[in-house]
């Protein structure tokens, strides 16, 4: 067995077992779904005529699966980097790229069942939710989106010594950056320097993408935006995250 694969199946077994961590995963983003599915239940947003749902599944989806990818990996590089377990792997012939690939198709696991399972509730007549046929390019852009947010969260764990200073840090990124990228509340009826100032955001390119191949509420031409600016993070944040990483606290 290759290093990679150990490493994938040791972090599949071990997530697996977390039942805690595995329920909250999945239930979090439901959770916001259900309230804000039911609060603004058979409304349109004013701005454009186009349900609240329309604007809220395809943008709590992307926030889900992009927190889930962000504190995975960077609570896993912190615990392993503290318990000197990343030290002991470096002793090995262990690349640093089977490190990162094994936590990259762990997100990318998780992310699958995110997406299909919270796209099988939104479209329950309590929510409505209305998936067009371009559905399927929503596919490499959670894959872009992942990419990205995993190594944004690589770079977390790579700072971080303790599990409180990962979820202050990840938290300080994600939860104003929901807001500000239009995934609890539509963009379009947000002020024009919020949305001015949402582009400079990855999880803003996410939501824009998985939208409009979602709902259909843009053409190719945005989704093939959301996908650019997405591997533009992708590409930044990577080349960020194994610049800074971080075998042992020792050095």
């Known amino acids: 067995m290759s290093a990679y694969s150990a490493l994938r199946e040791a972090g599949y077994r071990a997530y697996t077992r977390d039942r805690t961590t595995l329920f909250f995963t999945f239930a979090f983003p439901l959770l916001f779904l259900v ?13 454009s005529g186009r349900p609240y749902i329309s604007y809220i599944a395809p943008g709590v989806l992307s926030w889900g699966v992009a927190n889930a990818a962000v504190f995975g990996v960077a609570f896993t590089l912190m615990q392993w ?17 089977a490190v990162l690939g094994s936590r990259f ?7 699958v069942v995110q997406a299909v399972l919270f796209v ?3 479209v329950l007549p309590a929510f409505g939710l209305s998936v067009s046929g371009r559905w399927p390019l929503a596919v490499p852009l959670l894959v872009l989106g992942i990419t990205a947010f995993l190594a944004l969260g690589a ?14 840090v990840a938290n300080f990124l994600m ?3 929901a807001f500000l990228s239009g995934s609890f509340y539509p963009l379009d009826a947000m002020p024009e320097w919020m949305r001015a100032l949402s582009w400079v955001l990855p999880l803003r390119h996410l939501n824009d993408g998985v939208s409009a ?3 259909g509420s843009g053409d190719l031409g945005d989704i093939a935006v959301g996908a650019g600016g997405l591997a533009a993070f992708a590409v930044v944040f990577g080349v960020a995250a194994v610049r800074c990483f971080r075998w042992s606290d020792r050095t």
């Open 35 to 47: 309230v804000f599915g039911l609060i603004f239940s058979g409304q349109d947003v004013e701005e």
């Open 81 to 97: 980097r503290r318990d000197d377990i990343l030290r002991l792997i470096r002793m090995t012939p262990t690349p640093l790229s």
């Open 105 to 111: 198709a762990l997100a990318l696991g998780i992310g």
């Open 120 to 122: 099988a509730v939104a």
């Open 155 to 168: 770079i977390v764990g790579s700072f971080t010594t303790t599990p409180e200073a990962v979820a202050a």
């Open 175 to 177: 939860v104003p950056m």
């Open 213 to 215: 191949a979602l709902t």
